[in-house]
């Protein structure tokens, strides 16, 4: 749904599905003190926006201000439909070039950071964690090994300024084709595959 960064508050976020994953990431000062966040379950196909609300076609609410303004905000895509003479963002506003080397030619070659997942500020940073997975990612058991660590670590940004994780289906394929072979190595499988979109939509995650 979004990903937010400084001092404020991000706008008010609606879910089409029934769980919402938020992540919280900050240094040590402002971690302490950890986040509070308020939710309501409420019925979709109940029309209650107010007038400084746009009504998606499902029936969510949107603030007025999201409506045109380059990202999808309704799940259907209605808050951005008849938008004629509207300028969005330039595309390297959000999204840098992939220059980490381990992670060229893959099938995507954008990303944006700092990566939230992995507290990792910059491709720079993500550079000098990889070589850590070199030895990982030389292993020949699995045909994108080398696309779904780059994926996690160097994440493919979309045309809207999103980022995409890999499927959770893409790692478990991973992990079970490798598991053997790291053993011969006396290697555990580094990446815990659970906290990964449990999806096939091209939307929520990426995949090969």
């Known amino acids: 749904l979004g990903r937010f960064c400084g001092h404020q508050l991000p706008p008010p976020l609606t879910s089409s599905r029934h769980v919402m994953t938020v992540l919280f990431v900050a240094d040590e000062g402002v971690a302490d003190n950890g986040f509070f ?6 019925n979709a196909t109940e029309k209650t926006c107010s007038p400084a609300e ?3 076609r499902n029936g969510e609410c949107r603030a007025l201000e999201s409506v045109c303004d380059g990202w999808h905000d309704c799940p ?4 951005e439909l008849n938008c004629t003479g509207v300028s969005y963002p330039a595309f390297g506003s959000v999204c840098e070039p992939v220059h980490v080397e381990m992670c060229l030619w893959l099938g995507y070659n954008a990303t944006s950071f700092p990566n939230i997942w992995l507290a990792i500020p910059d491709q720079e940073g993500a550079a000098e964690v990889l070589q850590d997975y070199q030895t990982l990612m030389e292993l020949p058991c699995f045909q994108h090994l080398r696309l779904l660590i780059c994926s996690l670590f160097v994440p493919k940004c979309t045309p809207d300024g999103g980022v995409l994780q890999p499927c959770r289906a893409v790692c478990l394929a991973a992990e079970l084709r490798c598991k053997q072979s790291l053993g011969l190595l006396g290697i555990l499988w580094p990446i815990n595959c659970n906290i990964l979109p449990d999806s096939n939509d091209p939307v929520e995650c990426f995949q090969p």
């Not at 966040?37 to 409420?42: E, K």
Request: aromatic share 16%.
């Open 37 to 42: 966040a308020t939710y309501q379950a409420r």
């Open 54 to 56: 746009f009504s998606c």
């Open 76 to 79: 259907d895509g209605t808050d």
